[in-house]
T-cell receptor, first 112, second 114 residues
Framework: GNSVTQMEGPVTLSEEAFLTINCTYTATGYPSLFWYVQYPGEGLQLLLKATKADDKGSNKGFEATYRKETTSFHLEKGSVQVSDSAVYFCALSPDSNYQLIWGAGTKLIIKP | GAVVSQHPSRVICKSGTSVKIECRSLDFQATTMFWYRQFPKQSLMLMATSNEGSKATYEQGVEKDKFLINHASLTLSTLTVTSAHPEDSSFYIC??????????FGQGTRLTVV
């Protein structure tokens, strides 16, 4: 079946630190992969996505590369800011119907 | 991006009562809406998919008589938790999309049943 596993939080970092949030998946076929972010008190927002192997999604300084060989889609950012504090969700869509399979979410706390 | 408004953001209700949660697409017509439920420290679980003007499709294990979904128009879907019990306490999130474009999410509703 389809599933997404992401690292447990919370992840606490100092401002300007390097961030990695791991995400691995199991899926049949060729899913699309997503990272969503939920800032406090707000809805989920699409952060970035990749639709095929070796694609790199990027937005707001965040990047993630679709690695089919390792079934991974790790989220990275070179220098985090306090404003990046949020919950990050990794998700996959096994088909074009946009029904998403979600990871459990990782809370990120950035301290000044 | 497009805006999806979910209301209320928090609700506390007594056991045995019903609660309605609204999900509105503010600047686009949503042909499809999804309802999710999230337990603490767990993934969002898809409850049902609704298309405007037709009955919702529920995921396995979701009681359709308990979680009533009405997608009455292209901008509004409602989820009614009937005869709520403490085990229904959870975080409910809707999302809306037009065709096969990106899905946009509401801010979620924290339901507490006491």
């Amino acid at each position: 079946g389809n599933s997404v596993t992401q690292m447990e939080g919370p992840v606490t970092l100092s401002e300007e630190a390097f961030l990695t949030i791991n995400c691995t998946y199991t899926a049949t076929g060729y899913p699309s992969l997503f990272w969503y972010v939920q800032y406090p008190g707000e809805g989920l927002q699409l952060l970035l996505k990749a639709t095929k192997a070796d694609d790199k999604g990027s937005n707001k300084g965040f990047e993630a590369t679709y690695r089919k060989e390792t079934t991974s889609f790790h989220l990275e950012k070179g220098s985090v800011q306090v404003s990046d504090s949020a919950v990050y969700f990794c998700a996959l869509s096994p088909d074009s119907n946009y029904q998403l399979i979600w990871g459990a979410g990782t809370k990120l706390i950035i301290k000044p | 991006g497009a805006v999806v408004s979910q209301h209320p953001s928090r609700v506390i209700c007594k056991s045995g009562t019903s609660v309605k949660i609204e999900c509105r697409s503010l600047d686009f017509q949503a042909t499809t809406m999804f309802w999710y439920r999230q337990f603490p420290k767990q993934s969002l679980m898809l409850m049902a998919t609704s298309n405007e003007g037709s009955k919702a499709t529920y995921e396995q294990g979701v009681e359709k008589d308990k979680f009533l979904i009405n997608h009455a128009s292209l901008t509004l879907s409602t989820l009614t938790v009937t005869s709520a019990h403490p085990e229904d306490s959870s975080f409910y999130i809707c999302s809306a999309m037009y065709g096969n474009t990106e899905a946009f999410f509401g801010q979620g509703t924290r339901l507490t049943v006491v």
